[in-house]
């Protein structure tokens, strides 16, 4: 079980110490997501090292489709396979299954679905779930959980969130189980709950006073930045923070833009993790603090300045926006990398200093600036 | 003009240094392929120095069509370009320009061909090919020549031969001219000679015994690993090099396997550039004293060991056969950049030791102890 120390509050906003058995995570964090147990964009985790990431996120699903979690659970787990010395945190699979639309049926003992490499039929439960997490021995395991349309309609949702509440006890029993066994490469591993109930504000909160009765590791927050406005997101954290344990971190999964995670904060949020810095990376759109740049623009051919000056990543360090700006243009992987090094090291570094600013008592005031730099699109 | 010192020989193998305005070439050197100012597989410039690069080798043709060499020369030339601090070698454009086909039509004063880019006309002759190498600003620039197919009639060879001959004296003035005009980015840039000739022995003697009279900075042999047997470009060098001036670099262009590389630093060679070992590693084959590996085999699954036991590379370092397997059945980017890591350091770790052994006069030993550890396919 992870110890969770608050640091330091400012209105809702926490800086907290998170240890765990892979080391000490402080929040808020930004995970930064190695789907199949890599960063896309050719970033190992060696070179995490040089953009400040604290947990690095892998995908349940995608790594029992391939190489599968025999593989990785012969291999001694996740974190010496990929070479990660820090913390790593693996989502249940529920979430790229439930996306797999009409290829999945759901049923109250789980969902049977096709995979998406070779079509071969798949069945996982809350069980299935967790051994394998287990077997890839991350630090932090997911419940399963349905994720429903955030526009699904209230008899749906109600349903698909009760059944959700007992794929969690059944998740939480499973982990506990597994955790005892001596071949597990984890005994330690922790388990976080997620609340879900689409944009229903009683949902949510009876969903998290509930969830909060059981004595989980963490909080998440699922269903969200997937089609309702940010106005509605941001409502959904108002009214269901306050309703989740508050000696336990809260995750809001997949969110979001910088904008989305600086107001994440502000109401509670202490993890995060989104593939936007890696896919807006490998299309050569950059984030600053004046806003994002897309390098393929013809102004930046002679532009012999970083992408951001004064950033410290590896990319401003050494290059020019008008050789990343060539190589973008020639398809050389190596445009592709420095980018997505870059975009880690952004975001990394902004919730890194709205640790520092909360712990300082001046979030409120960095926010602000912070807002005001970004152009509509961050 | 470069400082040539032959440190130690074995037979008619040379370990020698070179002193260039960029830095020092310790020869037999490996020079790493970055067709447009990257190498392909992610690897910047900077990530060459982990790797044991001496000189990284640019394509004249691909940076004249994109960038632009004028992009180039604004930016301060190649090196500040792309972020390498050690000496550059650009080819002249000629061989991508040949190989080109039915695209280009051969004159007296040059080649008329189209672009492979957006198909525009552009003229190559020797003076536009030193004006864009100018513009690059590499360490040593190469002469413009053509390449004839190892293959064509002994009557076409001839006449490309000496007009070839009559393209390096248009090289070398045009070169003189433009390191004298004070805009130029780099007054000192060398210039080296193309000796060709197909597999005709007279016609090759002939030229290298006229291209010697020129005092040139170094000088090539071109034309070969384009279509003859092994045998048959050992024997062009046997009889090629002593006609060369021996106070001066030899290269061998685009040359080639490991076992082709000790076999030519036997007869005599100081420079090799290849695109093997960042191609092959793209797709997953690594070079390993005991033969080539394929990743991708169903063997590698679970092996945990590195690509090869006791290697100092990047990739070795942290990564199992196992992992980069994974990454590169994927098709993760890392798994690529991981790969062609390896087989530079392996390329370059080659010749490094090849010249030690020369140092200590027995090369001869090393290279049968290397060729017999090597498969068939090295």
Known sequence: MGKYVI????????????????????TPVFMNVGTVAAIKGAVSSVDLHSVG?????????????????????????????????????????????????????????GVYF????????????PEESMQIQSHLASTIAMAFDECPSSRAERRYVEDSVKRTERWLVRSKAEMDRLNSLPETL????????????????????????YISTLDLDGY???????????????????????????????YLMG?????????GIERGVDFFDCVYPSRNGRH?????????????????????????????????????????RHLLKAKEMLGMRLCVLHNLYFYNRMVAD?????????????????????DNNM
């Open 354 to 374: 709205a640790r520092q600013a909360i712990l300082n008592n001046n979030f409120s005031e960095y926010k602000k600036k912070m807002l005001e730099g970004f």
């Open 186 to 209: 984890n005994p330690d591993q922790m388990l976080f709950g997620i609340n879900q109930g689409a944009c229903f504000d009683d949902i949510r909160i009876d969903n998290a006073d």
């Open 284 to 324: 050569g759109h950059v984030y600053t603090k004046h806003g994002k740049l897309n390098l393929l623009n013809a102004k930046f051919e002679l532009d012999e300045s970083p992408i951001e000056e004064g950033c410290g990543c590896p990319a401003c360090q050494h290059f020019s926006r008008a050789y990343i």
């Open 53 to 109: 990431t604290q947990v690095e996120l892998c995908n349940t699903y995608h790594l029992h489709v391939r190489p599968g979690d025999d593989v990785v659970y012969k291999m001694g787990g996740l974190r010496p396979f990929m070479c990660w010395d820090g913390p790593v945190l693996t989502d249940s699979g529920g979430f790229q299954v439930f996306s797999l639309g009409e290829l999945r049926k759901i049923k109250e003992e």
């Open 7 to 26: 640091d330091a509050t400012e209105g809702r906003a926490k800086a907290a110490t998170f240890e765990t058995v892979h080391g000490t995570i402080h």
């Open 220 to 250: 998440a927050l699922g269903g969200l930045a997937v089609g309702e406005t940010h106005e509605e997101m941001y409502h959904i954290l108002d009214v269901t923070v306050p309703h989740l344990p508050q000696n336990k971190p809260v």
């Open 114 to 125: 096709h995979s998406h490499v070779d079509g071969r039929k798949i069945f996982m439960g």
């Open 255 to 263: 969110v979001g833009t910088p904008a989305n995670i600086l107001e």
